[in-house]
């Protein structure tokens, strides 16, 4: 996910160790350092989604749902 003018993009990915939960990272777009991460569950992702979309925030790539 992206937003318009920030330095942020914002990551999905499923947890390959455990398909019930889902790494969220945020990273700055030029450095590809992170900034944040956390650690949800997959229950939880549209909610994560929905936060990061209520602050402006885009999808600009498909949220990869592949279990493994």
Partial sequence: MRKIHSPH????SPDPADNHFFNVVLRRVKTGAEVTTHYILR????????????????????ISEKNG
């Fill in 9 to 12: 993009e914002v990551v999905f």
């Fill in 43 to 62: 229950a939880d992702l549209a909610q994560w989604i929905g936060v990061y979309q209520r602050d402006g925030f885009e999808i600009v790539e498909p």
